[in-house]
Each structure stands twice: as C-alpha cells, then as structure tokens.
Nanobody
Framework: QLQASGGGLVQAGGSLRLSCVFS????????MGWFRQAPGKEREVVSS????????YYAESVKGRFTMSRDNAKNTVYLQMNSLKPEDTAVYYC????????????WGQGTQVTVSS
C-alpha cells in the first residue's frame, strides 16, 4: 500500500528526494511519517506530519536539512534531503497511520540511502 523510492548513493553534501506513494483510499485522512534504520541501530523517526495538518515534526539531527511535504492530490509524500552526511546512511521507510492513531499501521518497503564521505 506504500511504495517508497528515490534512494541511492550520493556524496556528502549532496541531495536526494524520496517519494512515497500511497495506493489506498482516503490518503488525506492519514498521518504520514518518514523513518530510517541504520545498520546495528534502532529505527528512528525522521519526520512526520499529522493528517489534520499543522506543523511538521523533524528529528533534531535533520532539522534545517530535510523537508517533508505531502501532495494529497497525488497520494504522495516527499522527503527532500539536502546537505547529506554519512550518518544519514540508512534504509528509509515511509509509514501511514489513520487519523493519527497511536501507531503506524502501514509501512513501505524501504529505500536505501547511502552517503559517502
């Protein structure tokens, strides 16, 4: 139901834009999140937005570098990643939760982001 894409190999300081397409119904009623998991580390939230709108959350480590956006007409969320650092290397996942439920119940397959130094 979620298909993430846009990952790849980039040099430090470069940019990537991740996309996540939601193939279900009523996309606008879903809160969306971007998560990442680096080798040997726990999965962490990178950015999230409520279905009802409002401010977008960013992890401290990506503030000022990453921008999350959503296009309800295209059932898609994006994560624009600028000034990438080697520590951003991870598998990035998008996730959805209906009406901002306590937990995300739909997950994409993940897309690999590798930042070389």
């Amino acid at each position: 139901q979620l298909q993430a894409s846009g990952g790849g190999l980039v040099q430090a300081g470069g940019s990537l834009r991740l996309s996540c397409v939601f193939s279900g119904r009523a996309f606008s009623y879903y809160g969306m999140g971007w998560f990442r998991q680096a080798p040997g580390k726990e999965r962490e939230v990178v950015s999230s937005v409520r279905w009802s709108g409002g401010s977008i959350y960013y992890a401290e480590s990506v503030k000022g570098r990453f921008t999350m956006s959503r296009d309800n007409a295209k059932n898609t969320v994006y994560l624009q990643m600028n000034s990438l650092k080697p520590e951003d290397t991870a598998v990035y996942y998008c996730a959805a939760r209906y009406r901002d439920m306590a937990s995300y119940n739909h997950w994409g397959q993940g897309t690999q982001v590798t930042v070389s130094s």
